[in-house]
């Protein structure tokens, strides 16, 4: 096993001890960001989601917000789907332990990913890994490691589910009736 120490995850904010969700949310609010508003409304729908403690948070994105839990896990909370057009959860992507939703907001408790002496020919290995299963790479030049990150194990994968998307729509529909029909027999 890898010991790996650094990682893509710089909490902007470590609680003194881990605090439930809901309370981190409206910590966010006070602090002036509008963005979380959307996410305790619909958190705050859900008991368990709510009261899930959290020791950091760890950053947000154009729609996601991500923080990380007392067990070592990342919980990313995204304003709609993450995965573009509901793609399915490929092996290049992060794992997911759990998911779901609440109204339009999804959430995701994923492995935490190190970056730890990645370079640039990692992030030509994951577009290879992502084109090989038929997406292309969106949003992702050669330079941007902190897009991908590496497991204790070893293993390479994909930050951002929104940089690898479906070539076409017509890509997304022959997909999803590929796996509807498969499904079915």
Do not use: W
Not at 44 to 71: C, H, M
Not at 130 to 157: A, C, P, V
Not at 166 to 177: E, N, S
Request: glycine residues 6%.
């Amino acid at each position: 096993m890898i010991k790996i120490s650094n990682n893509p995850y710089p909490a902007y904010e470590t609680y003194p001890k881990p605090i439930p969700l809901r309370k981190a949310l409206q910590k966010l609010r006070q602090n002036g960001e509008n963005f979380a508003d959307i996410f305790i409304k619909n958190v705050s729908k859900d008991d368990s989601l709510a009261s899930q403690n959290v020791k950091s948070y760890l950053n947000r994105g154009s729609s996601a917000i991500i923080f990380e839990t007392p067990d070592g896990k990342i919980l990313k909370l995204t304003d709609g789907n993450h995965f573009p057009l509901n793609r399915p959860h490929e092996s290049f992507d992060v794992p997911v332990y759990k998911q779901g939703h609440i109204g339009n907001v999804y959430y995701y408790f994923e492995e935490k990913l190190y970056q730890h002496g990645l370079s640039e020919g990692f992030v030509g290995q994951i577009k290879e890994n992502i084109r090989k299963k038929g997406y292309r790479t969106f949003d992702i030049n050669n330079i941007d490691i902190h897009q991908i990150g590496l497991s204790k194990e070893g293993n390479l994968y994909l930050l951002d589910a929104e940089c690898a998307r479906y070539k076409t729509i017509f890509h997304a529909l022959f997909d999803k009736m590929k796996r509807f029909i498969l499904k079915r027999f």
